[in-house]
């Protein structure tokens, strides 16, 4: 059983950092690929990152390149989400969730959908 628990969701002014946390059990990281994802209000749910530790292969949605940052510790099997920069858009119930890869067209990639998710930690960016 996976069981992935985010934490680290808070209220924030525009311009503000916040680090979401997010700890696995049940299976590791670097085997999986692991993403971040969030929905705000009467929004569809988007990716905002993703990984592939073992083969060092992240993504970025275009709004959060730059600002945000993926990584893992495979060690304490903990993802994060670091985020600098935070405006008033990225408000939105974050979540971790994790899948499986496939190989083809020369790379890696994460399988989809996501099948395993947290419950989620609420990010509030306002001044």
């Known amino acids: 059983q996976i069981n992935l628990v985010e934490s680290g969701g808070d209220s924030v002014q525009p311009g503000g950092s916040l680090r979401l946390s997010c700890a696995a059990s049940?299976?590791?990281?670097?085997?999986?690929?692991m993403g971040w994802f969030r929905q705000a209000p009467g929004k569809e749910r988007e990716a905002v990152a993703t990984?592939?530790?073992?083969?060092?292969?992240?993504t970025y949605a275009q709004g959060v390149k730059g600002r945000f940052t993926i990584a893992q510790d495979n060690a304490k099997n903990t993802l994060y989400l670091q985020m600098n920069s935070l405006k008033s858009e990225d408000t939105a119930m974050y979540y971790c969730?994790?899948?499986?890869?496939?190989?083809?067209?020369?790379?890696?990639?994460?399988?989809?959908?996501?099948?395993?998710w947290g419950q989620g930690t609420q990010v509030t960016v306002s001044s």
């Open positions: 969730a994790a899948t499986g890869t496939r190989y083809y067209g020369g790379r890696w990639h994460c399988t989809w959908p996501f099948n395993y």
């Open positions: 990984m592939i530790e073992r083969y060092g292969s992240t």
């Open positions: 049940g299976y590791t990281y670097s085997t999986y690929c």
